[in-house]
């Protein structure tokens, strides 16, 4: 028995020895989406990758499986579109900066990799924003929404969404012109993207004369009836700049059990048709609700069937992944297509019109020309209804 | 004082979440001094049983069934199913290192952790599932004198949890598995000397364990409405603790040690502040653990030379 | 005088003699060797000397940069050099002293903060503390040693689980400490970026190689230092408080004071690991000090065998290198996957011939399910194996992947098809001879189908089932870990 364990202790070795010698030249992906057999995309000759950068497993794996899913159909939308041949190589970073890094050198590394969508955090795209500037590759993120990102200190960084000076801000202003209250909670679950936006919050409400009890509570956990038992009668509004649509819809209904009434303004993450629908809520989201465009109606019975459940973190990955597909096709028609010529293209964007409903344009920064902000208000029914838009 | 209630009642509900899932743990502690880290992801495992069994009779807002027959269903399906779970695990991941030092099973333990809550995510997705109970069984049953608000499910929540430790400390002083339970976990090579099946009683104990904890899903399935594949992780956490806190091997214990840590979150997020919450309740277990070094009710261990 | 019986000499037989304990003098050649091969490069190895075998290991990790490597390949050496030395220094309390230390990555956490507080603008804005290494290193090693002291002070009172316990929430109390409490100090979610990287005597380390070498001289410092303690009395002393603490008091052995230092180094080693890490991601978070990270660091120590510093580096680097290096991508993780079944059949088939009838039978049997299966439906095999490569090639038509009406992979079936070879597995470690080696057909080919629909589909989720997979394997077969002793735990 011994001598054999030595035998195969060394095959593995070799094994091993020999992936990684050949990872170097070729580090293809097997999670194409081609589902055919042997690849029957119509024309060979724009052959290309790209990387996706999401929490795909992990605490938030509910926020990265939906960003997958509309990555990739925008993969297999626009090689059907365009003919291109545009794998999608996956890039696991559970959200967390250091796996980031990680997986940005492992694309970097690859030489067939010529852009990348995500990472989805905005401490993420701090901690990779120089290793892509000095590689000279593109990223795209659709979530990453801190305002320094675009600063400077990250060149090769592009974001289709809005930042959160813009909507800190003007959801802090709506509450206090529309809704009035004499005291609220606001809640942070802990991660960047929720702090960041409270910082930007309390101080405006502090101003109003409003009076803030400030909470936090982690993403991990689901129940929240203690912190419902604290809010007095005066608190009518509660502030949720969370990640998590379910943790915001069982808030609601901890609100429903204890009988206070008190309205729920969130952000983002609390976008999901389908998971939060506490009537009278307000939501704002960088992202449009695409199920009321009309012209995006095959989408989103596509999305419908990949993901059921999708909210706001999908669609702005899909118009990501489209720009890059787009860019892609682009510097095809003059050669082979490299990441310089790549991230130019992508500069050069300027689609008519988009999945969010609006063209996509890139300023100077990097930043969504015209990247609107959407309020939402989901009625009795658990409907959503467009309030305003800016 | 409505505070003071309501806080009460939340951090009883939640204590008994916790001491349900600490009560299958310290089983399986006690008797095999095995530090069980896939223990929360079969809390995971059950609570998606229970989703299961409401998408199968209809969905939450279409339920085909009466309500008493639903949960019935659902308790003895979570229970059953995860028990049986458990024991496969037991047989196939543990047993093989029963001999080995305590830490060889701890990493078997994680790799079992790894591959249930991946393969769960690789099944389902990773969109939390929503019970959604509150269709089904209203806000309006319950308790709800003047300022006291109880919703019907924590009170099943709590009275279960009760019933259930009741039962278990039934079976393990009155029964004879109890007795050679009791028997394997203070010296196992004597038990088995006695004529006692350690294999079987072993197994048994993990059944019963890893039943406590499939219902407990169930359950934090009906309370708290989201069901998602890592959600084990912390309840994992959570379980050692109490059990830990409790004192080993005692069942009391760790129903107390769940049921403090329950009461001391609520309290805590209720009266200063949720910031700190979690930094003062692991200030309060160290100061419980420094003041009662085995524990709230453990035994205080004999140093063998 | 003539009539004594003759005393054998001490080169013959180290027999009883005044002033030497025959027992432990005999202590050399009660090993015993593995027979044939093993043996004699075991034995080989072992005259060699340690330090000679440590800068042996030194020069061929020395020689790993100059292989012309890519910047992806240096930083999975990077973080396994890393993880080797958080393994390296949590061995010294679990491993040498017994102790279940699950506060460790609050040490490491530690000392990446304080070398980021010591080093960027987060202090005393605008312009911040900007430290040079030299100096903020030890001293930060320094407060490490003491935080590691006060969190070994509870086991005067507590032992065993419930000191694990304690230093469980001293562990998590850091994270929630550095993500809550002040945060435009220590900059809580948001964390701390623009670190300097290692300065000092005006040079800087900037590049992925550097830090490498960087690590590798700590890594090798540390193992030197504490191989030095473990051939101490203080080694001794550790050992001694892991089987027996009563014992060993009553042997004189301090040991609260044993323990104690158990803990300050661990967090001393744990802080130095730290600082380059910070120094190396030029930014820190909360979420990279999780408790998940520190299941790793265990997963590495034990798997390569607690007790033992090489077994505490091997399972560093492997951990690391299989993990991130091999299986994120999806080729060599296919590499992996039916290289360990090969393997497994090679070591537990035996005699050869059986081997190859199993083998071809797989094929065979491959190939006749897909003609069966294609001549019933056409879209249950059209779609094809979903690796690249050769692989692809070769299994085109031998696997069965079934596309629905819209062209994709039905999830369903590879869920399914995972969930039935589970029960596969499990059926055939229940039978005996020609039953088992029958079931082993349909089983690999379901394997291979599973894994060519549905789990190459998902590299991600699947990286983290294999590395489940194989810690359950792996400790099973081998209990004490790769290079750990075998031992028996008086409990």
């Known amino acids: 028995m011994k001598p054999r364990i030595t035998v195969a202790a060394l095959a593995l070795a070799a094994l091993i020895a020999a992936g990684c010698g050949s990872s170097s030249s070729s580090s293809s992906s097997g999670g194409s989406t081609k589902s055919a057999s042997t690849g029957s995309s119509s024309s060979k000759n724009c052959t290309a990758s790209i990387g996706i950068e999401a929490p795909i497993t992990g605490q938030v794996a509910v926020l990265g499986d939906e960003q997958l899913a509309f990555a990739k159909m925008a993969v297999a939308n626009?090689?059907?579109?365009?003919?291109?041949?545009?794998?999608?190589?996956?890039?696991?970073?559970q959200l967390t900066p250091s796996l980031a890094t990680t997986v940005t050198q492992q694309f970097i590394s690859n030489p067939k990799i010529l852009a990348v969508v995500g990472p989805a955090g905005s401490q993420e795209v701090e901690a990779v924003g120089p290793l892509f500037a000095r590689a000279g590759m593109a990223f795209v993120s659709g979530s990453a929404t801190k305002t320094t990102l675009t600063d400077g200190a990250n060149p090769t960084f592009f974001r289709v969404v809005s930042r959160d000076s813009v909507q800190g801000p003007e959801d802090a202003n709506f509450v206090i012109n529309h809704l009035h209250p004499k005291a609220l909670m606001i809640i942070d679950d802990q991660e960047a993207y929720s702090t960041g936006l409270v910082g930007v919050m309390i101080p405006i409400f502090q101003k109003a004369g409003i009076r803030v009890d400030h909470e936090s509570v982690s993403q991990k956990v689901t129940d929240f009836s203690s912190l419902v038992a604290k809010i007095t009668p005066q608190m009518t509004v509660a502030v949720l700049p969370w990640q998590?649509?379910?943790?915001?819809?069982?808030?609601?209904?901890?609100?429903?059990?204890?009988?206070?009434?008190?309205?729920?303004?969130?952000?983002?993450?609390?976008?999901?048709?389908?998971?939060?629908?506490?009537?009278?809520?307000?939501?704002?989201?960088?992202?449009?609700?695409?199920?009321?465009?009309?012209?995006?109606?095959?989408?989103?019975?596509?999305?419908?069937?990949?993901?059921?459940?999708?909210?706001?973190?999908?669609?702005?990955?899909?118009?990501?992944?489209?720009?890059?597909?787009?860019?892609?096709?682009?510097?095809?028609?003059?050669?082979?297509?490299?990441?310089?010529?790549?991230?130019?293209?992508?500069?050069?964007?300027?689609?008519?019109?988009?999945?969010?409903?609006?063209?996509?344009?890139?300023?100077?920064?990097?930043?969504?020309?015209?990247?609107?902000?959407?309020?939402?208000?989901?009625?009795?029914?658990?409907?959503?209804?467009?309030?305003?838009?800016? | 004082m409505r505070l003071f209630i309501q806080e009460l009642v939340n951090g009883l509900t939640q204590g008994s979440v916790y001491a349900l899932i600490a009560l299958g743990y310290s089983m399986v502690y006690g008797i095999l001094k095995l530090l069980n880290f896939a223990h929360g992801d079969l809390y995971m495992v059950g609570a998606f049983v229970g989703y299961f069994v409401i998408q199968w009779f209809g969905g939450a807002n279409h339920l085909a069934v009466p309500v008493p027959v639903l949960l019935l269903v659902m308790f003895l399906l979570a229970g059953g199913g995860v028990g049986?779970?458990?024991?496969?695990?037991?047989?196939?991941?543990?047993?093989?290192?029963?001999?080995?030092?305590?830490?060889?099973?701890?990493?078997?333990?994680?790799?079992?952790?790894?591959?249930?809550?991946?393969?769960?995510?690789?099944?389902?997705?990773?969109?939390?599932?929503?019970?959604?109970?509150?269709?089904?069984?209203?806000?309006?049953?319950?308790?709800?004198?003047?300022?006291?608000?109880?919703?019907?499910?924590?009170?099943?929540?709590?009275?279960?949890?009760?019933?259930?430790?009741?039962?278990?400390?039934?079976?393990?002083?009155?029964?004879?598995?109890?007795?050679?339970?009791?028997?394997?976990?203070?010296?196992?090579?004597?038990?088995?000397?006695l004529g006692i099946d350690v294999d079987f009683t072993i197994a048994a104990t993990f059944f019963l364990g890893s039943a406590l904890a499939g219902i407990s899903g169930v359950m934090a399935g009906l309370v708290y409405n989201s069901v998602w594949n890592y959600m084990g992780f912390t309840a994992g956490l959570y379980a050692f603790t109490a059990a830990v806190v409790g004192g080993i091997g005692s069942i009391s214990g760790a129903v107390l040690g769940g049921l403090l840590i329950g009461l001391a979150q609520s309290f805590i997020t209720g009266y200063v502040s949720s910031l700190y919450t979690d930094l003062i309740v692991f200030g309060i277990l160290i100061a419980v653990m420094l003041v009662r070094p085995s524990g709230l009710l453990g035994r205080v261990q004999l140093q063998k030379v | 005088m003539a009539l004594d019986p003759p005393q054998p000499s001490l080169a013959e037989q180290p027999g009883p003699s005044i002033g030497v304990d025959e027992w432990v003098a005999r202590q050399a050649t009660r090993r015993e060797y593995p027979p044939g091969l093993r043996g004699e490069l075991q034995r080989r190895l072992e005259r060699v000397g340690w330090w000679p075998r440590l800068a042996i290991a030194a020069a061929l990790g020395a020689l790993i940069p100059q292989l012309g490597l890519t910047q992806f390949q240096l930083q999975i050496g990077i973080n396994a050099l890393i993880l080797a030395t958080l393994a390296v220094g949590l061995n010294v309390a679990v491993g040498w002293a017994g102790l279940l230390d699950l506060g460790y990555i609050a040490f490491y956490g530690f000392g990446a903060y304080g070398f980021a507080l010591l080093s960027s603008n987060q202090l005393d804005q605008p312009h911040g503390i900007h430290l040079p290494a030299y100096a903020s290193i030890p001293a930060i090693m320094v407060a490490a040693a003491i935080l590691g002291l006060l969190v070994g002070l509870p086991s005067r009172r507590l032992i065993g689980d419930y000191l694990a316990i304690v230093t469980l929430f001293f562990g998590e109390a850091f994270a929630t400490f550095v993500n809550v409490v002040a945060p435009s100090k220590l900059g809580g979610a948001n964390g701390i970026f623009a670190i300097d990287p290692i300065r000092g005597f005006g040079s800087a380390i900037t590049s992925n190689q550097g830090y490498f070498y960087l690590m590798l001289i700590l890594l090798v410092a540390t193992i030197a230092v504490l191989h030095l303690l473990d051939t101490s009395r203080t080694g001794r002393a550790w050992r001694a408080v892991r089987e027996d603490p009563l014992a060993a008091s009553m042997m004189t052995v301090p040991v609260n004071r044993v323990k104690l230092m158990a803990f300050a180094?661990?967090?001393?080693?744990?802080?130095?690991?730290?600082?380059?890490?910070?120094?190396?991601?030029?930014?820190?978070?909360?979420?990279?000090?999780?408790?998940?990270?520190?299941?790793?660091?265990?997963?590495?120590?034990?798997?390569?065998?607690?007790?033992?510093?090489?077994?505490?580096?091997?399972?560093?680097?492997?951990?690391?290198?299989?993990?991130?290096?091999?299986?994120?991508?999806?080729?060599?993780?296919?590499?992996?996957?039916?290289?360990?079944?090969?393997?497994?059949?090679?070591?537990?088939?035996?005699?050869?011939?059986?081997?190859?009838?199993?083998?071809?039978?797989?094929?065979?049997?491959?190939?006749?399910?897909?003609?069966?299966?294609?001549?019933?439906?056409?879209?249950?095999v059209a779609g094809g194996p979903q690796s690249s490569g050769w692989i692809h090639s070769a299994l085109k038509d031998w696997v069965v992947v079934p596309l629905n009406h819209a062209g994709n992979i039905p999830a369903g079936y590879g869920n399914v098809g995972f969930a039935v070879l589970i029960c596969l597995l499990i059926a055939l470690t229940r039978l005996r001879d020609w039953w088992r080696t029958a079931l082993l057909v349909p089983t690999v080919y379901l394997a291979a189908c599973v894994w060519e629909s549905r789990l190459i589909v998902e590299p991600s989720i699947t990286r983290l089932i294999l590395l489940g997979a194989i810690l359950i394997v792996v400790m099973n077969a081998r209990p004490q870990g790769l290079l750990g002793a075998r031992r028996v735990e008086i409990v």
């Not at chain 3, 290289?339 to 190939?367: D, E, K, Q």
């Open chain 1, 78 to 93: 626009d090689n059907k579109a365009n003919g291109t041949n545009i794998t999608l190589v996956q890039g696991d970073t």
């Open chain 1, 244 to 390: 998590v649509a379910a943790n915001a819809e069982q808030f609601g209904k901890n609100l429903q059990e204890q009988h206070k009434n008190v309205t729920i303004v969130g952000t983002d993450g609390l976008y999901s048709p389908s998971s939060f629908t506490i009537p009278g809520s307000y939501v704002s989201s960088f992202g449009p609700d695409i199920t009321a465009i009309p012209a995006d109606a095959s989408l989103v019975a596509q999305a419908k069937a990949a993901f059921p459940k999708f909210g706001t973190f999908g669609p702005p990955v899909y118009a990501a992944t489209h720009v890059i597909d787009e860019a892609i096709a682009q510097a095809c028609k003059s050669g082979t297509p490299t990441r310089s010529s790549v991230l130019a293209a992508i500069r050069a964007t300027d689609e008519p019109s988009s999945i969010l409903g609006q063209p996509i344009k890139f300023d100077s920064h990097g930043d969504l020309v015209g990247a609107k902000w959407f309020l939402f208000h989901i009625n009795s029914q658990g409907k959503y209804q467009l309030v305003t838009n800016s």
């Open chain 2, 84 to 193: 049986a779970l458990g024991v496969v695990i037991e047989r196939f991941a543990y047993r093989p290192l029963r001999n080995a030092p305590r830490i060889a099973p701890l990493i078997t333990a994680l790799g079992v952790s790894f591959f249930l809550e991946n393969t769960a995510l690789l099944f389902f997705g990773g969109s939390y599932r929503i019970y959604n109970t509150s269709s089904f069984i209203s806000f309006s049953t319950g308790i709800h004198i003047g300022v006291l608000n109880v919703d019907i499910v924590r009170i099943m929540v709590i009275v279960l949890s009760v019933a259930l430790m009741i039962a278990l400390q039934l079976i393990v002083h009155r029964t004879r598995l109890g007795r050679q339970m009791r028997a394997v976990a203070a010296d196992r090579e004597a038990a088995e000397m």
């Open chain 3, 265 to 380: 180094f661990g967090a001393m080693v744990a802080a130095m690991t730290g600082t380059v890490f910070a120094a190396q991601q030029t930014s820190v978070f909360p979420t990279d000090f999780d408790t998940s990270f520190l299941i790793l660091i265990y997963a590495a120590l034990i798997l390569g065998g607690a007790g033992s510093i090489a077994g505490a580096v091997l399972g560093g680097l492997l951990v690391e290198i299989v993990l991130d290096g091999v299986l994120r991508s999806p080729t060599q993780a296919g590499y992996v996957f039916y290289g360990l079944i090969l393997l497994t059949m090679v070591v537990r088939l035996r005699p050869w011939r059986r081997l190859a009838g199993v083998l071809a039978a797989i094929v065979a049997f491959g190939f006749a399910v897909h003609a069966i299966v294609s001549a019933i439906s056409a879209s249950a």
